[in-house]
T-cell receptor, first 116, second 109 residues
């Protein structure tokens, strides 16, 4: 089945530094990638949608200059958290439409970011 | 009004119980519905999807959709401790998934 490989699975960084999270579609082409953030015991909140070869679309309230998204190829999308602060500590998950059953979205395994 | 409403729980049941998880939605344009299961600190995985009103069964899981009342349910029969997870309903809307809050389920031996 379709697989989205997300790395790293966890990262700890110092406040003020930047962190890059990668999501790769392994056996299918992902023209679109969705990026979600999930705080403890809360649901997934869509942050932005990246499209290969064009600018990402950000949800209302998400700072585009802080969360830089690049979708340079049909198999790779990256999210960079710039100048990270402790309040950015969260679980970040990517997802791509994979056509599973005609309606499926395949999720990465998530990245737990802790900013200290 | 949120597009998808789901009781966050937590829901705690004994092993072997029948579990009922429910969602309501507001947008009548939603055509199909998916249930995802998310284990702690993992990405969600597709459990079931259903297009039409009525029931769809897959092993111990049954998804039910009532479009007239905008109500969707997931039933788990003979629940197992391995079913302990968060269950998210997600009707796709405008090329993106819209998640409910998720219901945390704990099945204890």
């Amino acid at each position: 089945g379709a697989v989205v490989s997300q790395h790293p699975s966890w990262v700890i960084c110092k406040s003020g530094t930047s962190v890059k999270i990668e999501c790769r579609s392994l056996d299918f082409q992902a023209t679109t990638m969705f990026w979600y953030r999930q705080f403890p015991k809360q649901s997934l909140m869509l942050m932005a949608t990246s499209n290969e070869g064009s600018k990402a679309t950000y949800e209302q309230g998400v700072e585009k200059d802080k969360f830089l998204i690049n979708h340079a190829s049909l198999t790779l999308s990256t999210l960079t958290v710039t100048s990270a602060h402790p309040e950015d500590s969260s679980f970040y998950i990517c997802s791509a439409p994979s056509g599973t059953g005609g309606y499926g979205y395949t999720f990465g395994s998530g990245t737990r970011l802790t900013v200290v | 009004q949120k597009e998808v409403e789901q009781d966050p729980g937590p829901l705690s049941v004994p092993e072997g119980a029948i579990v009922s998880l429910n969602c309501t939605y507001s947008n009548s344009a939603f055509q199909y519905f998916m249930w995802y299961r998310q284990y702690s600190r993992k990405g969600p995985e597709l459990l079931m999807y259903t297009y039409s009103s009525g029931n769809k069964e897959d092993g111990r899981f049954t998804a039910q959709v009532d479009k007239s009342s905008k109500y969707i349910s997931l039933f788990i029969r003979d629940s197992q401790p391995s079913d302990s997870a968060t269950y998210l309903c997600a009707p796709p809307g405008y090329n993106k998934l819209i998640f409910g809050a998720g219901t945390r389920l704990a099945v204890h031996p």
